[in-house]
């Protein structure tokens, strides 16, 4: 690796898209995961495929690790940089470049952001589907990479479901488009492999998303439980009742306090779980939905439930939860906001887990569920600068993310792995598993430069960490890490 | 119903001590479309079958690859949910584990997702006789690279399936099937104008100088679809004649699968077109648009594939054990 090569031909054709100082490359130490900082070696800013592309083959000839980055929001770690590394942001590279409204798509490059598209085509009674909470700043090239969510995904699933064309670049140079106008590509759909691949795998130069017809109508409910177990059975008639809401969304007693106080949504402080839940469609099938909805909360012990049909109400539903983290932040210094995945019928034994733990760790956690999809995020409230005490909140969310493994789910529903969430996949994932995973990167990045050591643990790394666990239910009866040496 | 999952692995490491090739099968169905695959052995996997898991309240059913697509289909419909993608089981056969690897959606694909997209997770054996676990049974999964969904429509090339789990949908509590005579290309601009609206569309298909549409959802809203659109009532076995391509223009005039940008204007070669726009089923072979594929012959066979596609395979399955005639070099042709 000649980083001093690499730098002079950066500069020579970037020039003052290449940051090198100091304070200019502090916004990019981080990414959302905000606790854990790195400064990178430089800073590129390009803002064209081309110029792309180019820095592409400076980091391959001169062996220099890239790491790709979008908006920053992610909450993993993903785009944390690298000391000796070249941070890439695709944020300059922000056109929408076509509108197809024959073909029902719209062609965008990496930079733009998630709202904008909805924001362009909102005139033609269309949006881009997939809304995660941080959609107003994050971009789509980001969106691709982590695979993102949203409040919606349960109707109109995640960015995998709504992308129909890819264009990426592997460190090679060659570029290549999965997919296009159409819906589907014939033969392999590399795809759905892109989509959370959190840069590992390639460079994303331009995305298709399928643009969805607006909804001619809307109601949001919301439904107050005596617990948690009603509000969790409530969830589970409505979706066996043949039901799949917009969105369904939970909050437990300490998130809808901090919510209230924070943003005064109207919610009723002597619930000890709230149900969000937002139906949409034809007048006709809201209004037969909404009825339905109604009859199930109210059979699994609602004691209230409020239905706003106007926007201005719905907004103030939804605002409560989705200022949920930020509101929950102003309870205690710093949180760390976990997001792991459970089969909904073992939320009861989760939480009491959840529960054990924060009074073992003497740490409260506010609980955010994503009903509909089994999307857990709790909350867990620390104090950074008490010494040990950042510790003790990882080890605390590394043991619930082991129970969502235990259950059957898995360490990462929306917020992807980054740096965060490897020891969990340690949990989730045998050696041989993980070996398939770094074969598989190796078919797109041999050398090992894009994005490397996020995502995936390395075998070491899983044993060093003590992460062998036999998975309980796992079929094979084989041992993790068996061919290893243990410490 | 029968766990045959250790045998297939014996078989398999088998096949890779031995250098020899395996040809992986279902029922066989699929051929008819996308040929039949080479390899020294047969690999049958319809001995291991059966559903595995299914929570009707989770919308989740795990189901070995062996399993049929009816026996799948009638578990879910007596507690009133289905597979949305409706993936075609073609003479009345097929397995789940054949229908995944084929990568194959039916006329709702547009509109209620592609089999890929309800693909959840899989239990596979690559290449190396190694028992892998991708995905789960869980909606929202971002743990890990998604080779579960990758493993659809690669057609075994990557892996033998052992379980697939796939999220499951409810059934709609009303349909109603429609038709109106017109050309072509009047078809497709109004399959067009509807996909851009929000109507409660789950099939928008043209064939023999008919479009065919159906609705579902709400009594009500079928009722209020049905006056808005104005056609004549339609016979609904047409819906399920078209996903298992028994329609009569499949036995004599198709010969081709193309994938087009649906707004694409039609020629005089589409004798089907699905999807809303989006799957043409032609007359000819004819290389004027891309992602055309032969009936009776893979889309993964021939010559100028991506070497990205023969890495990728080299990763899974780098002895070349299953199915070795997808994927391969030009070099080796």
Redesign the interface.
């Known amino acids: 690796m000649t980083l001093e090569a690499a730098r002079t031909e950066l500069i020579n054709f970037l020039g003052p898209d290449l940051i090198l100082d100091p304070a200019g490359k502090r916004p990019y130490e981080t990414d959302g995961l905000t606790a854990i900082r790195e400064e990178p070696w430089a800073v590129a800013l390009p803002r064209t495929r081309d110029a792309v592309l180019r820095a592409l083959d400076i980091c391959k000839r001169h062996q220099v690790p890239l790491v790709p980055r979008g908006a920053g929001t992610g909450l993993s770690g993903g785009a944390r940089p690298i000391k000796e590394g070249l941070l890439l942001s695709l944020a300059r590279l922000n056109r929408i470049l076509d509108i197809d409204?024959?073909?029902?798509v719209a062609r965008v490059e990496p930079g733009v952001r998630n709202l904008a598209i909805s924001e362009a085509v909102a005139k033609?009674?269309?949006f881009y589907a997939p809304d995660p909470s941080s959609q107003i700043a994050c971009s789509i090239g980001g969106n691709v990479a982590?695979?993102a969510?949203g409040v919606h995904?349960?109707k109109y699933?995640?960015t995998?479901?709504n992308v129909t064309g890819i264009t990426f670049a592997?460190l090679d140079g060659?570029v290549?488009t999965v997919g296009?106008?159409?819906?589907?590509?014939?033969?392999?759909?590399?795809r759905?492999?892109l989509?959370?691949?959190e840069g590992?795998?390639g460079i994303v130069l331009e995305v298709t998303v399928r643009?969805t017809?607006?909804?001619?109508n809307k109601a949001v409910m919301l439904g107050a439980f005596h617990s948690l177990a009603d509000a969790g059975n409530a969830v589970?008639?409505i979706?066996?009742s043949?039901?799949?809401p917009a969105g369904l969304e939970m909050m437990d007693r300490l998130a809808i306090k901090a919510a209230e106080d924070f943003v005064h949504a109207g919610y009723p402080l002597d619930a000890e779980a709230l149900l969000i839940c937002e139906l949409d469609?034809?007048a006709?099938?809201v209004e037969?939905?909404r009825e339905r909805v109604e009859a199930c909360m109210r059979a699994d012990g609602a004691y209230r439930i409020d239905v706003a049909t106007d926007a201005v109400s719905q907004q103030r539903l939804w605002a409560g939860r989705k200022a949920a983290f930020p509101a929950v932040g102003r309870l205690a210094p710093d949180y760390y906001c976990m997001d792991g995945?459970?089969?909904?019928?073992r939320l009861a034994e989760v939480l009491d887990h959840i529960s054990a733990f924060s009074k073992e760790y003497g740490l409260p956690v506010a609980i955010v569920f994503?009903a509909g999809?089994?999307?857990l995020h709790p909350l867990i409230l620390y104090d950074a600068n008490v010494p040990g005490e950042l510790e003790k909140v990882e080890e605390f969310g590394s043991r619930i993310l082991s129970q969502c493994v235990a259950v059957?789910?898995?360490?990462?529903?929306?917020?992807?792995?980054g740096i965060e969430?490897l020891g969990p996949?340690c949990d989730?994932?045998?050696s041989?598993?993980l070996e398939?995973?770094f074969?598989?990167?190796?078919?797109?990045d041999p050398e090992n430069l894009l994005n490397p050591g996020k995502?995936?643990p390395t075998l070491q790394r899983c044993v060093e960490a003590g992460g062998m666990h036999v998975h309980g239910g796992?079929?094979?009866g084989?041992e993790p890490f068996h061919h290893l040496e243990r410490f | 119903m029968r766990d045959a999952a250790a045998q297939i692995i014996d078989r398999i490491q088998l096949a890779r001590d031995s250098r020899t090739t395996l040809r992986i099968a279902g029922q066989g169905s699929k051929a008819e479309l996308l040929g039949s695959r080479r390899g020294d052995v047969l690999l049958d996997l319809t001995s291991h079958c059966g559903v595995e898991q299914y929570r009707p309240e989770e919308l989740v059913i795990t189901a070995r690859a062996g399993t049929s697509l009816d026996e799948v289909n009638q578990t879910l419909a007596e507690k009133g949910q289905c597979l949305a993608a409706e993936p075609p089981g073609y003479k009345s056969r097929g397995t789940v584990g054949g229908v995944v690897a084929s990568g194959l959606s039916g006329p709702s694909r547009p509109f209620r997702g592609s089999l890929r997209d309800t693909v959840l997770g899989v239990v596979m054996v690559n290449g190396l006789g190694e028992r892998l676990k991708f995905g789960g049974e869980v909606f929202k999964n971002v743990a890990g690279f998604d080779v579960a969904r990758l493993m659809v429509g690669s057609e075994g090339a990557f892996g033998v399936l052992l379980s697939v789990s796939l999220r499951v949908a409810p059934l709609d509590p009303a349909i109603g099937c429609f038709r109106k005579a017109m050309p072509a290309s009047d078809a497709v601009s109004s399959m067009r104008a509807w996909a851009l609206k929000p109507l409660p569309l789950t099939g928008l298909a043209w064939v023999d100088g008919v479009l065919h549409w159906r609705i579902a959802g709400a009594p009500s809203v079928v009722e209020a679809t049905r006056v808005k659109l104005a056609g004549e009532e339609d016979d609904p076995t047409f819906w399920t004649a078209l996903r298992d391509r028994s329609l009569p223009c499949f036995s004599t005039l198709v010969n081709s699968r193309a994938l087009v940008p649906p707004s694409t204007p039609p020629d005089g070669d589409d004798v089907c077109i699905d999807w809303a726009g989006s799957l043409r089923w032609r007359r000819g072979d004819s290389t004027s648009i891309n992602n055309v594929s032969k009936i009776g012959e893979s889309p993964l066979c021939g010559s100028g594939v991506d070497p990205l596609l023969i890495r990728i395979k080299a990763a899974f399955d780098p002895g070349r054990i299953f199915n070795p005639d997808l994927l391969h070099a030009d070099i080796t042709a």
């Not at chain 1, 296009?180 to 590399?190: A, H, K, N």
């Open positions: 409204l024959a073909n029902g033609h009674g269309l982590e695979n969510g995904c349960l699933g995640l995998v479901h592997t060659v290549r296009g106008l159409g819906t589907d590509p014939l033969g392999i759909d590399l759905a492999l989509c959370g691949s590992l795998l643009l017809p607006l909804p001619e589970a008639h979706i066996s043949g039901l799949i469609g034809l006709l099938e037969s939905d995945t459970i089969p909904r019928v994503l999809d089994g999307n059957g789910g898995a360490v990462s529903g929306e917020h992807g792995v969430k996949m989730q994932f045998t041989a598993e398939q995973f074969r598989l990167k190796a078919a797109f995502a995936i796992r079929e094979g084989r």
